[in-house]
């Protein structure tokens, strides 16, 4: 089965460090989600590309985060600086423009 | 902002219980999935309604979107251990090219054996 692949999956590290978070798309998916989840707010959208061009950002903090597609292979979630409210679970999901999303298992990011 | 509203947070049972989830909101939606999550992996899509009214059903789980829309419930019959975990409903609202997802904050299962 293919698989949306992201790495690291966990990742600690200390307030003002920059977090780089990297996924791979099921080879294919033209559409790529970056999702934040914790428990106070659960799953939020940040950000999300439709064949590399980014669409929507709104969800994202602008002043510290930044989400790009280098290629259709990789897409990268960055955080500089990081504070300890970043702490949360990321997840990046792909799929088709109107089908179901498959999501990764998540960068569990823990900030000191 | 539109908002899905999942009833109950929490939710433990015994084995073989029957139990129903629900997911609301004051939004209408072009259509609404159903995931669930285990620890540590990310949210498993099961089911995507999206005629006011329709019913699907996936072995023991059964699933209704509302005639409005606007809400949705899920309903499991003889619970069982592999059923234990996050079940998180989804709106999809049409955007810039594509769709967009606002998650409910999910209903997590334990079956107790």
């Known amino acids: 089965d293919a698989r949306v692949t992201q790495t690291p999956r966990h990742k600690v590290t200390e307030m003002g460090q920059e977090v780089t978070m990297r996924c791979q798309p099921i080879?294919?998916?033209?559409?790529v989600f970056w999702y934040r989840q914790t428990m106070m707010q659960g799953l939020e959208l940040l950000a999300y590309?439709?064949?590399?061009?980014?669409?929507?950002d709104s969800g994202m903090p602008k002043d510290r985060f930044s989400a790009e597609m280098p290629d259709a292979t990789l897409a990268t979630l960055k955080i500089q600086p990081s504070e300890p409210r970043d702490s949360a679970v990321y997840f990046c999901?792909?799929?088709?423009?109107?089908?179901?999303?498959?999501f990764g298992d998540g960068t569990r990011l823990s900030i000191l | 902002t539109q908002l899905l509203e999942q009833s109950p947070q929490f939710l433990s049972i015994q084995e073989g219980e029957n139990l129903t989830v629900y997911c609301n909101s004051s939004?209408?939606?072009?259509?609404l999935q159903w995931y669930r999550q285990e620890p540590g992996e990310g949210p498993v899509l099961l089911v995507t309604?999206?005629?006011?009214?329709e019913v699907k059903k996936l072995k023991r789980l059964t699933f209704q979107f509302g005639d409005a829309r606007k809400d949705s419930s899920l309903h499991i019959t003889a619970a069982q251990p592999g059923d234990t975990g996050l079940y998180l409903c989804?709106?999809?609202?049409?955007?810039?090219?594509?769709?967009?997802?606002?998650f409910g904050k999910g209903t997590k299962l334990s079956v107790i054996p």
């Open positions: 999901a792909s799929g088709l423009v109107a089908g179901p999303q498959h």
């Open positions: 080879l294919g998916h033209n559409t």
């Open positions: 590309f439709r064949n590399r061009a980014p669409l929507d």
């Open positions: 939004s209408v939606f072009s259509s």
């Open positions: 309604v999206v005629t006011g009214g």
């Open positions: 989804a709106g999809a609202t049409p955007g810039a090219g594509s769709y967009q997802l606002t």
